[in-house]
C-alpha cells in the first residue's frame, strides 16, 4: 500500500536526529549528521537533504510536510549559554531549516513547549521523552535503546506533533 503523507520531523540540535514518519509510522532515523568546519563542528546540511530525498524515493507521490522544533538561545537555567554558543546553536537551526525550505518542504514549527505540552513532558527530564517514544512506537524501539538516544525520541515526538496538527487542521 502506497504511503499518503511522510512527514520529517527535526530535532537540530548537534545531538539531535532526523525522524520520517509514514503515515505516522516510523520508517527511519538519523542522527544528526555532522561535519568538521574551522575546528568547529556544525550540522551537515547536505547529509540531511540526501537522507531526505531517499525517503521521499522510498515514498513515491506520498504529501510531504516537514516539522522542526523552533530553537531560541537558552536562558540561564543552572547554566548560562554564551553569546558564541547561541550563535552556533542558531546557525544549525538555520542550515536545517534552509535544507527543508532548499528542497521545497512545506514546513511547521513546534515551539518545545507546545510540544511537549501535548504529550505531557514539560518539566521531565530527557529520558522521559525517550521512554514515551517507546510506548508510542513500540516497531521503532530498536532506535532508542540507548539513554543518549534522546535526540531521536525528540525528533519522533515532533513527528508525532505534526501529525497531531495536520489532523486537527492546525497545519499551515
Known amino acids: 500500500m502506497a504511503t499518503s503523507r511522510l512527514i ?8 539531535g536526529a532526523v ?6 509510522f516510523p520508517c527511519a532515523v538519523l542522527d544528526m549528521p555532522t561535519m568538521e568546519v574551522d575546528g568547529r563542528t556544525e550540522i551537515d546540511a547536505r547529509a540531511i537533504a540526501v537522507f531526505i530525498r531517499e525517503q521521499r524515493a522510498a515514498h513515491p507521490g506520498a504529501e510531504v510536510l516537514a516539522c522542526i522544533e523552533r ?4 536562558p540561564a537555567q543552572g547554566r548560562k549559554q554564551g553569546a558564541q554558543s ?14 527543508l525550505e532548499l528542497l521545497g518542504i512545506r514546513t511547521l ?12 513532558l514539560v518539566g521531565q ?9 517507546i510506548q508510542r512506537f513500540p516497531a521503532a524501539a530498536h532506535y532508542l535503546t540507548r539513554k543518549n538516544d534522546d535526540g531521536r525520541a525528540d525528533a519522533l515526538m515532533i513527528g508525532l506533533w ?11
Request: glycine share 10%; hydrophobic share 50%.
Open 8 to 15: 520529517f520531523a527535526i530535532d537540530p540540535g548537534l545531538k
Open 71 to 74: 530553537v531560541r538561545a537558552m
Open 125 to 133: 527530564d530527557k529520558d522521559a521523552c525517550r521512554l514515551l517514544a
Open 162 to 172: 505534526a501529525a497531531h496538527q495536520v489532523a486537527m487542521g492546525k497545519a499551515a
Open 19 to 24: 525522524a520520517a514518519l509514514a503515515d505516522g
Open 109 to 120: 514549527r513546534a515551539e518545545p513547549m507546545s510540544w511537549k505540552r501535548r504529550f505531557g
Open 86 to 99: 547561541s550563535m552556533n546553536f542558531g546557525d544549525n537551526y538555520g542550515k536545517a531549516k534552509a535544507v
